[in-house]
């Protein structure tokens, strides 16, 4: 079933009201990705920030491509005057 909408002007921008039970259907939050697909608009859930991380990490782990790059940049402080938490 196709909904007509509005678009209205918002500043210098425009803007279209979703109806409740489409935000619902598609379990839309707060934030969405908006794109165009051969000239039609979609509006797609946001995808949630670092998802898969902890799997390409595990990855990583295993295949020994998880050290540091970054140089050791500690400081006489670190080592002698800092109380470092227990891992």
Known sequence: MALRANVIRIGNSRGIRIPKS???ECHLGDTVELSVVEGS?????AAAPRLG????????A?????????????????TTE??????
């Not at 295993?62 to 670190?78: I, K, M, S, V």
């Not at 800092?82 to 891992?87: N, S």
Request: glycine share 6%; with cysteine.
């Open 62 to 78: 295993q295949a020994g491509d998880d050290t540091l790059l970054d140089q050791d940049t500690r400081t006489e402080f670190d």
């Open 41 to 45: 608009l979609v509006v797609r859930r």
């Open 22 to 24: 489409l935000i619902d």
């Open 82 to 87: 800092c109380e470092w938490p227990e891992d």
């Open 53 to 60: 991380w902890d799997d390409a990490f595990k990855g990583m």
